[in-house]
C-alpha cells in the first residue's frame, strides 16, 4: 500500500512562491537584492507616513495650524503660484507626490523581486523605476524644494543603489551560469 504524499502549502507559502520563485540565487545577489529592499522600505515607509498624515490631518489636534505651515512651504517654494491653475493648495501638491512616488517604489520593488528571481528586465525596471521617482520629485515639487527638503543623505543612498543595480544590470546579470556547474559526464 503506498502513501499519499501530498504538498499543501499555506496561503503566506503560494505568494511567497510566487513572488520569489523556487531557486535561491547566489548569496551576492540576496545580498544585494536585501539592502536594495531596506532602503526600498525606508522610502516607501517615509512616503506612506506623508500620505497618511495628509490624508488624516482632520483628525489631529490642529488641523488648520498644520494646515497653514504647509501653506508657508508653498509659498517659500511657489507651489501657489506654480500650480494656481489648478486650484491646489500645498498640501495637495505634497499628497499628489507621496501618492505617485508610492506608486513608482512599486516599480522598484517589482524590480527588485524580478532581481531576485534573475531576471534580466528587473535591472531596468529598477532604475527606471527609481529614475522616475528623482525626476518626478525634481520637477514637480521644483529645484528648490529638492535641493533644501530632500537630505544628501537620502539622495546620496537613493543615487548609490541605483548607480550599484544599474552596474549590476551590465556585470551581475548573468549568473546562472556559474551557479549550475556542468555535471560531469559517466563513461559507460
Given at each position: 500500500m ?55 490631518i482632520?483628525?489631529l ?27 491646489w ?16 517604489l ?37 529645484a528648490?524644494?529638492f535641493?533644501e ?18 552596474i ?15 555535471k ?5
Open positions: 503506498a502513501l499519499v504524499r501530498f504538498d499543501e502549502k499555506t496561503l503566506v507559502q503560494k505568494i511567497k512562491t510566487f513572488i520569489i520563485g523556487n531557486e535561491k540565487p547566489n548569496w551576492f545577489t540576496r545580498l544585494s537584492v536585501l539592502i536594495g529592499f531596506a532602503i526600498w522600505f525606508y522610502y516607501a515607509i517615509w512616503h506612506t507616513l506623508i500620505f497618511l498624515s495628509i490624508a488624516f482632520d483628525q489636534k490642529n488641523p488648520d495650524l498644520i494646515r497653514e505651515t504647509y501653506g508657508k512651504i508653498g509659498g517659500k517654494y511657489s507651489f501657489n503660484i506654480r500650480y494656481q491653475d489648478m486650484n493648495l500645498t498640501i495637495d501638491v505634497i499628497y499628489i507626490h507621496a501618492i505617485v512616488v508610492l506608486l513608482l512599486l516599480i522598484s520593488l517589482a524590480g527588485l523581486v524580478l532581481i531576485y528571481r534573475r531576471k534580466k528586465w528587473g535591472y531596468i525596471i529598477y532604475f527606471i523605476g527609481n529614475l522616475s521617482i528623482i525626476l518626478f520629485s525634481f520637477f514637480f515639487l521644483g528648490a524644494y535641493e527638503q530632500i537630505s544628501y543623505f537620502d539622495k546620496i543612498m537613493f543615487l548609490v543603489v541605483t548607480i550599484y543595480f544599474l549590476g544590470m551590465f556585470f551581475l546579470k548573468n549568473t546562472k551560469a556559474t551557479e549550475n556547474p556542468l560531469p559526464q559517466t563513461q559507460q
